[in-house]
């Protein structure tokens, strides 16, 4: 069975109070976590990794939440990762600009574990299966971030919550058993 | 008006019917009438060409019945001439048996032949010789004055019309076929003389014996007028037959020939037609029909009259004309126009009043099913008007009409339930708003006494705001009483700060220049040892020999003084610090007493060694700097004692079981030359030696001691001299706190010492294999610079990538590495600090994770600084 694909999650904060409560939080419910201290260091830090979503505080100093969602989302390469805003403000104007800037939702501060995580995992859950799949034309094998070629199954069932269950479809039953004895009285039968 | 939805449906139909009988007037009438106008035509052109084909039978007839009595007559001439031809052959059959002479038989000949006669007498039969160029007559019956003649008549040449005399043609005829006819014409006996000429066919025969040609001739011109006969009784008969045809209403065949008399014609034939003009067009009509005649495409049209308006020359008629050749005939019918259109125009009108029988019926289908559609839907407006008017709680829903239509039936059903909602709705809100009259009533009274109440504690809390006020003014003052003072102490701190910075930094820079000229120096002074050496082994005489030697022991004096000086510097500047690893102080004791038994060659000295048996095997300690310390000391007492004995002991004093640590004591005793009392403060300064002894008897840097002191003092303990001059000194390590190994450690650095030799265990008692996780990796391997090219090319890098944006996978597997290396090579420090990291990162401390990791480079930098120096 391929290994399930743990959903990495950088948070930036400039606060490491707020780092730690929500880093406690992630750890636990399984997600991978990196931690940046300023915007600088979140871009630096998504220019050589792919978080599969981006806790975003907007008071930062130097570099606030806006400009480095201004920037992830100017960047192809990163525009694809959903951007979830944390922050004090509640005032609507603050949270439509979060929004018209693509972020994907925002959390407001002091937030409720249980909300936060449900919006964390509807998001990662929309990511999961998008963008473009390197598909093998002859095969269907698929492959995978480390290079490794899956069967479409596996693939499927370890980036999404589709499971398989197997059987034969008419054409190929026929294709395989065609030539014997049994399966043409059976057929016959129905 | 047009919003009830009767006069809708009514529109609708209506329209519909409108719409379909305007296009079926319009579009299938036009085409019909073009269809019935277009078969009439067919029927007129059909009933021209049967009257051609009649004609045309009714010629062909004639024809036969002209050559058949053309033929019986022929054959009549040909039995004649032949009846003459066996008379003449009789007679010359008489001359060839004898009985007649030639002339007699021919006289015979002649006068038969003339005798015969037939068709009344008129016809008869004459002979002709074959003589040239015009052959002689030699009977005709007829007209015996030319018998013998030559047949040169003028009238003879015109009779063939070929400018030919008829009887040479008649001699070439016999001449060239024996036998044949011949037209001609000639004039015919009739009772009382000759009429003009008459066609006349003859038939001739030649009797070759005697050269005659005998022929009869019959006229024709009977055969001609029984042609005529005929014709006219053919005329006759199509005058019959087309009377009986009718075209349309009152149209007719008719038959006129090119010379433009009219032969066939209902009411005038055998008029002369020549007259006759087209009033239509002015031009003469027969003309006109001639030419229709020839493009039989195009149909005539012309201006008649008509039977009851005789002589109304008004009347539109179109006629089709076709030509018979072999007569010279045209044969025509014609018709009136009006009489043709006629069907298509009763049509036309049928059709019309059978489109408003479909519109006035659908009509009243239409009003039929608007008054069934919408009645119904009517009375269900009124209700609801009613409901609307009376109020829903009013009404009785059983007054709804439910009739009509499934749908209009279902919509009045619910509008009924609809009322009997509402009004349930109003029932319930008249309740609720009784109830909440009542619960405002409540409300009221009970917010009026919660009034009173808040005024009350208003005016408690406005007094205790006032005793507030005045505590926190006296507090202010107090405060700032403080603050006043406070920062006279700070500023004074901060001086003091600045001149022990000042000091340190000074001290600092000392000792920085000292390293880094001892190391200057330790460079060429290694040349002139090395040189000397070598110049030693390459000199004989003595007394060059002596000179080497006192330049080697200079030599070695300095090396071991710049070492000192090194050591000293580095502890002064802070580059030096101390690695706890296990150490067995009972190894550490044996070792040194071994170096000892050496050094102390030739002096009768006792050595031994005394262990507290309750001191724990294995001590967390930094093995190098004690062997340093302890070496230090024992050489000294080695130098300055002459005979007698010296002790190593080690004594434990403190026993701290909560912490498992440790306080002992080392002492180094011996029974040399001792210190005087007033030298003891001084013993531990740099470059100091107890005066009174020349360096030249003992040797050393005066370091020593300065050294072992600061290093004691580096690892937590104390350094004292005890003793008196000339009986000996006791020098006394006390170390404090000092850890206990655990078992592990216990068992690695027990394994460790026994695996090596005393003289390279410095460093292995610390670079020992973790035999535990490792069991085949000897210790051999698992040397510093393995250790150190790891820190370099691994640990290093590692931490490198840990700078930016903190990844906890990185974080853990460079743990894991620390633990690994820290494992392996039994650095304690590594383990620790890897266990530090790790709490940390689990507990998402960003802050001490980041502190944690600055402390890193220092650590790694002393790490990697001791085990050069160790290597070194």
């Known amino acids: 069975m391929h290994k399930k694909h743990t959903p990495l999650i950088l948070i930036v904060d400039d606060n490491p109070t707020n780092l730690q409560v929500l880093g406690k939080l992630l750890t636990e419910k399984g997600y991978d976590l990196s931690i940046a201290q300023s915007g600088q260091e979140a871009l630096s830090f998504v220019n050589t990794n792919q978080p599969d979503l981006v806790l975003l505080d907007i008071m930062m100093p130097e570099m606030d939440g806006y400009e480095v969602c201004r920037r992830l989302k100017r960047d192809a390469a990163t525009r694809h990762i959903p951007i979830i805003f944390l922050t004090a403000k509640i005032d609507a104007d603050e949270v439509i600009k979060g929004f018209e800037l693509g972020a994907a939702d925002y959390v407001t501060k002091p937030f409720n574990a249980a909300e936060l995580l449900a919006r964390i995992n509807v998001h990662i859950e929309l990511n999961t299966l998008r963008g473009i799949i390197p598909v093998c034309s002859q095969c269907k094998n698929i492959r995978d971030d480390d290079g490794l070629w899956n069967q479409i199954e596996e693939y499927i069932e370890s980036h999404s919550k589709a499971l398989f269950s197997h059987s034969l479809c008419p054409p190929c039953m026929d294709e395989l058993y065609g030539d014997q004895q049994w399966y043409r009285e059976k057929k016959k039968e129905t | ?872």
Not at chain 2, 48 to 56: D, G, H
């Open chain 2, 1 to 872: 008006m047009f919003n009830g939805l009767r006069t809708r449906i009514l529109l609708v139909v209506g329209s519909v019917i409108l719409l379909t009988t305007i296009g079926i007037a319009f579009l299938v009438q036009r085409e019909m009438e073009a269809t019935v106008l277009d078969s009439e035509d067919r029927h007129a052109q059909y009933l021209l060409r049967t009257a051609f084909l009649n004609v045309e039978s009714q010629y062909e007839s004639l024809l036969f019945h002209q050559k058949s009595t053309l033929e019986r007559r022929k054959q009549e001439l040909k039995n004649i001439v032949d009846l003459a031809h066996v008379t003449i052959a009789e007679a010359y059959a008489k001359y060839q048996r004898g009985e007649l002479s030639e002339s007699e038989a021919k006289q015979q000949a002649i006068a038969t032949t003339r005798q015969y006669r037939y068709d009344n007498s008129v016809g008869y039969v004459w002979i002709n010789d074959l003589g040239t160029p015009i052959p002689r007559l030699i009977m005709h019956p007829t007209q015996p004055e030319l018998e013998g003649k030559q047949l040169d008549d003028p009238k003879y040449f015109t009779a063939l019309g070929l400018g030919k005399n008829l009887f040479v043609a008649m001699a070439e005829i016999a001449r060239a076929r024996e036998s044949g006819y011949v037209d001609y014409l000639w004039p015919k006996p009739v009772a009382g003389g000759l009429t003009a000429d008459q066609p006349k066919i003859s038939y001739v025969k030649l009797f070759k014996e005697w050269g005659w040609v005998v022929g009869t001739g019959v006229y024709v011109d009977d055969i001609e007028k029984d042609v005529q006969s005929r014709k006219s009784a053919i005329i006759d008969e199509l005058n019959k037959s087309f009377a009986k045809v009718k075209i349309a209403d009152s149209g007719y065949l008719f038959i006129f020939n090119g010379a433009k008399r009219m032969l066939v014609h209902p009411s005038s034939a055998g008029q002369d037609m020549a007259s006759m003009t087209n009033p239509g067009t002015g031009r003469f009509l027969v003309d006109e029909f001639i030419a229709a005649a020839q493009t039989p495409d195009v149909t005539l049209k012309y201006l008649w009259d008509k039977p009851g308006y005789r002589g109304e020359f008004h009347f539109e008629k179109m006629a089709y004309v076709v030509h018979f050749k072999p007569m010279d005939w045209y044969i025509a019918a014609s018709v009136y126009t009006d009489e043709i259109t006629q069907p298509a125009k009763a049509l036309r009108l049928r059709i019309f009043y059978l489109s408003l029988f479909c519109l006035a019926a659908g009509l009243i289908v239409a009003i039929i099913l608007a008054r069934n559609l919408a009645l119904p839907l009517q009375k269900l407006t009124q209700a609801a008007i009613d409901v609307d008017a009376s109020g829903a709680d009013e009404y009785n829903e059983s007054q709804i009409p439910i009739s009509g239509a499934a749908e209009t039936q279902q919509l009045g059903a619910v509008l009924g339930n609809m009322v009997r909602s509402m009004r349930q709705a109003i029932r319930e809100k008249d309740e609720a708003l009784f109830a909440l009259a009542d619960s405002y009533q409540d409300l009221t009274y009970s917010s009026n006494r919660l009034a009173s109440e808040i005024v009350e504690r208003k005016q408690a809390e406005n007094a205790l705001q006032q005793a507030h006020n005045e505590l926190e003014t006296r507090v202010e003052e107090r405060t700032a009483e403080l603050a006043t003072s406070n920062s006279r102490l700070q500023s004074e701190i901060e001086v003091r700060k600045q001149a022990q910075l000042d000091t340190e930094r000074a001290n600092q820079a000392k000792s920085e220049f000292l390293a880094n000229i001892s190391h200057e120096i330790r460079t060429p002074l290694n040349a002139v040892t090395g040189f000397s050496a070598l110049l030693s082994s390459v000199v004989s005489d003595p007394v060059q020999q002596n000179y080497l030697a006192a330049i080697q022991a200079s030599g070695k004096t300095l090396l071991v003084l710049i070492n000192d000086i090194l050591d000293l510097s580095k502890i002064e500047a802070g580059m030096m610090s101390i690695h706890p690893g296990p150490v067995d102080p009972r190894h550490l004791f044996g070792e040194i007493m071994q170096i000892f038994s050496i050094s102390a060659n030739g002096k009768p000295l006792l050595f031994c060694i005394d262990i507290d048996e309750g001191l724990p095997p294995v001590l967390m300690l930094d093995e190098v700097r004690l062997r340093q310390v302890l070496l230090n000391l024992v050489g000294n007492a080695v130098k300055f004692t002459e005979e007698g004995h010296i002790k190593l002991s080690a004594t434990q004093l403190k026993w701290n079981q909560q912490q498992d640590r440790i306080d002992f004591s080392i002492c180094v005793e011996d029974t040399g030359i001792g210190i005087h009392e007033e030298d003891r403060a001084r013993i531990f300064d740099s470059f100091q030696q107890i005066e009174g002894h020349s360096r030249n008897k003992y040797g050393g840097t005066g370091l020593g001691l300065a050294i072992s002191k600061r290093l004691v003092e580096m690892m937590n303990g104390e350094i004292s001299v005890t003793g008196s001059a000339e009986i000996g000194s006791t020098f006394r390590i006390i170390l404090k706190d000092v850890a206990l190994a655990t078992p592990e450690e216990t068992g690695c650095a027990r394994k460790s010492v026994t695996g090596v030799t005393p003289h390279k265990s410095p460093l292995l008692s610390e670079a020992g294999p973790k035999t535990s996780l490792n069991p085949e990796q000897s210790s051999p391997i698992h040397k510093p610079l393995e250790l150190l090219s790891s820190l370099r090319e691994d640990v290093l890098p590692e931490f490198e990538s840990l700078k930016g944006a903190i990844i906890i996978k990185k974080v853990e597997k460079f743990e894991l590495l620390l633990t690994s290396l820290g494992n392996t090579h039994d650095i304690h420090v590594l383990r620790k600090y890897a266990a530090e990291l790790s709490i940390y990162r689990k507990n998402i401390d960003v802050a001490a994770m980041n502190r944690t990791l600055k402390e890193f480079p220092l650590l790694i930098e002393q790490l990697i600084s001791a085990l050069e120096g160790k290597h070194a």
